[in-house]
Every structure is written in structure tokens, then in C-alpha cells.
Nanobody
Framework: QVQLVESGGGLVQAGGSLRLSCAVH????????MGWGRQAPGKQRELVAT???????KYVNSVKGRFTISRDNAKNTVYLQMSNLKPEDTAVYYC??????WGVGNYWGRGTQVTVSS
């Protein structure tokens, strides 16, 4: 059983920063691409940042220049450093990972709330 456990959400004022962490737990062979998605009330979940096992990041335009994704392969952990936060960044943030075990599975964490006040 693979589990993704997020931490680091909270309430911050506009212009502030937060750092999210997510660790992959369980029995598996390797972790491939990892990422962060978010879902605001009444909206669909969107993947805002991804990173390959080799460390190559990608971002959606709305967070480019403000968010930085990184990972520690030894700890099977992915991070999201969020800076210059805006009220429109308010959402539940979910960790995502492609994990190889008996097969390849795509997993989501339970989410952590990020609220940016104006």
C-alpha cells in the first residue's frame, strides 16, 4: 500500500510564503514523476508543478516565477516552495506521484489547505 502524506499548509497573507512537503510511504521499487496539484472551491483540480526523477521541473503559467518544486530522492519526498502568494492561490494542495511497485500506479495525497488572505 502506497501513501502520500502532505504537510505545510496554512494561512498566510498575500505576498507571503509557504513550503509544502510530501513524503511517499509504503512498499515500492521507485518513484518516477512527482508533482503538486490544487483544487479551489467550485473548480477542477489542476496540476501546477511537476518534477521528473532527474529533477527537471515544469510549471503552469499562473505559478511560474513564484513557485519552486524540488525533490529529495533519498527521502522519496517532494517540496513546493511558494512565494509571493496571491489570494487566487487559495486551494487544497495535493501531492501526486507515479510509483513503481508490482506495476506502475498514480497516487494522490489527501491534501493540505492553503489560504491566502488579502
Amino acid at each position: 500500500q502506497v501513501q502520500l502524506v502532505e504537510s505545510g499548509g496554512g494561512l498566510v497573507q498575500a505576498g507571503g510564503s509557504l513550503r509544502l512537503s510530501c513524503a511517499v510511504h509504503g512498499i515500492f521499487v521507485s518513484v518516477n514523476d512527482m508533482g503538486w496539484g490544487r483544487q479551489a472551491p467550485g473548480k477542477q483540480r489542476e496540476l501546477v508543478a511537476t518534477i521528473t526523477s532527474g529533477g527537471s521541473p515544469k510549471y503552469v503559467n499562473s505559478v511560474k516565477g513564484r513557485f519552486t518544486i524540488s525533490r529529495d530522492n533519498a527521502k522519496n519526498t517532494v517540496y513546493l516552495q511558494m512565494s509571493n502568494l496571491k489570494p487566487e492561490d487559495t486551494a487544497v494542495y495535493y501531492c501526486n506521484a507515479e510509483v513503481e511497485g508490482w506495476g506502475v500506479g498514480n497516487y494522490w495525497g489527501r491534501g493540505t489547505q492553503v489560504t491566502v488572505s488579502s
